[in-house]
């Protein structure tokens, strides 16, 4: 039996981190294995999620296919996101429902919809930069992502210090 890569690991790879929106309210941790976390006001969320282009997405949709659902492509929207469970908790209330999700122009957009008075509110996430820590004294930083001690050569890929 022959593997084949997921071809939208890049995907993955591409929003794993933490986003965070401007007033707080609202964290998702993405990782590279396809899993989400989302904290929204006080409820948490965790399922695994799926990806497609958006283009791909119009493709699909406008190729002469009968869809039982069209999918409005946002203005900007590059990646599609599918969340395997929507629902947000605290404990065993839910509280809100992950209407639409879609990555654009490096932000994560949420769509929020109360469970309790179904009004939605749209959420934008910006990722949250790693703070970039100064290197000691005698340490080296690789661009293969290597950081430590090094003498003439990188520890991890081989590459010549100069």
Known sequence: ?????NPGFKYYKKLEGTWNDEKGL???VLNSGAGIEISYASGKLASS???IEAMQLMLNQG???????TYTIHDGEELKITLNNRIVYEGD???YRVSDAWYGSEELHLEMMDLYDGHKEDLVLKRVKDEEVPLAEGEYQCSCGYRGQARRFCPNCGREIS
């Open 93 to 95: 209330k839910t509280l």
């Open 49 to 51: 999620y799926s990806v």
């Open 63 to 69: 190729g002469g296919m009968m869809t039982a659902m």
């Open 1 to 5: 039996m022959t593997s084949i890569a």
């Open 26 to 28: 609202c964290e998702a």
